[in-house]
Each structure stands twice: as structure tokens, then as C-alpha cells.
T-cell receptor, first 112, second 108 residues
């Protein structure tokens, strides 16, 4: 049973499209995160939700909108995709105050 | 959160101990030292963390100097599967900021 699962694993789409990436965790954690890893391999935090409430929102274009229907799910919707959005997106979860995050295996997004 | 400095890359012979250093000279009293690693194309993996005392778990040992300005992650018997990028992170704010990390290459 995968602890943090992301779907899809790979996503190839054209510029201008709207796409979503889904994340689910079965660890009972109350906090979830989205990270972006670009071609230079730097991992940058994008968003964090605690019990469905947004607690971290880094400087991310408003084309990116996270949604947390419940504390086990955190989805990422991206509007009007651009070439620069191509990256690997990682979802993670933890208990608030515990920085031992569990990461998913990533979604490789390619915008053409 | 305090800034960390790590060597860009290191090599280690298979079966030997891998000692990965990290400097965090501006660490404050309530900040923890966390270590993660990322094996190629996988999500980062939590290894170990500590505040003041040395820590050991099934994966590694963490040695923190008495002044807390530096630490060393020790993989006691490195295997080829330990080849990865290792990140040292200092935080108290609730978010992990990943730096460049150290690329550890374990060689046969």
C-alpha cells in the first residue's frame, strides 16, 4: 500500500491546456505539501495545507491552484500551461510540527 | 531558517563508511537538523534528524558538534544503492527548504 500516491506519473500536454495532478496519503497525516523540482534539480516548496487549510503559499503564479477536499487529499490544478511549468511535481505529507515528510514518487509534467 | 553549506559531491567505496558534512554556523537554539536523500528520479526520503544529541537509526547516524554549528551524516556501510543526493536542512518554521545537497557516488 503506497503511503503517498500521485497520479498521473507522467503527463505530456500542450501549452495553454489546463491539467490536474492528484495526491492521496494513507498515513493519517494532517499536513500536505506540493514541491516543484525543475530541470536544475532544485526542489522548491509551492504550497502546504493543514487540515484542508492553506498555510504556506510561496510565490507561485495564480495559474496554480491547490485544492484539498479532505486532509488525505491535495490536488494541484494548473491553468494555461506554459513551457516553464515543465518539471517534476512532488507531493508530501507529515504531521504538523514533524518535519519527517513522506514524499510521493513524483509527477513528471512536460509541456510542449 | 539557518543556511547550510555542503560539499557539491563526494565519492565513497562500497562497504566503507560515508561521512557527509554539513555546516550550519548560524543555527539557532530551536532549529533542528534534518537529513534527506533523493535517489535518482525518486521522491526525497527522510533519513534522520536531531537537535543537540547524536542520533542513530537503522539507516544512519547523525553527529552534531557541541556548538551545533556543523553536523555529519554517517552511512556506516555504504552500498551502491546509497548513491543519491543528500540534503542537510535546518528548520524550525514548518517548511523544508532544500539546497543543492551533496551528490554521493558509491563506487564498487
Amino acid at each position: 500500500d503506497t503511503a503517498v500516491s500521485q497520479t498521473p506519473k507522467y503527463l505530456v500536454t500542450q501549452m495553454g491546456n489546463d491539467k490536474s495532478i492528484k495526491c492521496e496519503q494513507n498515513l493519517g497525516h494532517d499536513t500536505m505539501y506540493w514541491y516543484k523540482q525543475d530541470s536544475k534539480k532544485f526542489l522548491k516548496i509551492m504550497f502546504s495545507y493543514n487540515n484542508k487549510e492553506l498555510i504556506i503559499n510561496e510565490t507561485v503564479p495564480n495559474r496554480f491552484s491547490p485544492k484539498s477536499p479532505d486532509k488525505a487529499h491535495l490536488n494541484l490544478h494548473i491553468n494555461s500551461l506554459e513551457l516553464g511549468d515543465s518539471a517534476v511535481y512532488f507531493c508530501a505529507s507529515s504531521q504538523q510540527g514533524d518535519y519527517g515528510y513522506t514524499f510521493g514518487s513524483g509527477t513528471r509534467l512536460t509541456v510542449v | 531558517d539557518a543556511k547550510t553549506t555542503q560539499p557539491t559531491s563526494m565519492d565513497c567505496a562500497e562497504g566503507r563508511a560515508a561521512n557527509l558534512p554539513c555546516n550550519h554556523s548560524t543555527i539557532s537554539g530551536n532549529e533542528y537538523v534534518y537529513w534527506y536523500r533523493q535517489i535518482h528520479s525518486q521522491g526525497p526520503q527522510y533519513i534522520i534528524h536531531g537537535l543537540k544529541n547524536n542520533e542513530t537509526n537503522e539507516m544512519a547516524s547523525l553527529i552534531i558538534t557541541e556548538d551545533r554549528k556543523s553536523s555529519t551524516l554517517i552511512l556506516p556501510h555504504a552500498t551502491l544503492r546509497d548513491t543519491a543526493v543528500y540534503y542537510c536542512i535546518v528548520t524550525s518554521t514548518g517548511k523544508l527548504i532544500f539546497g543543492q545537497g551533496t551528490t554521493l557516488q558509491v563506487k564498487p
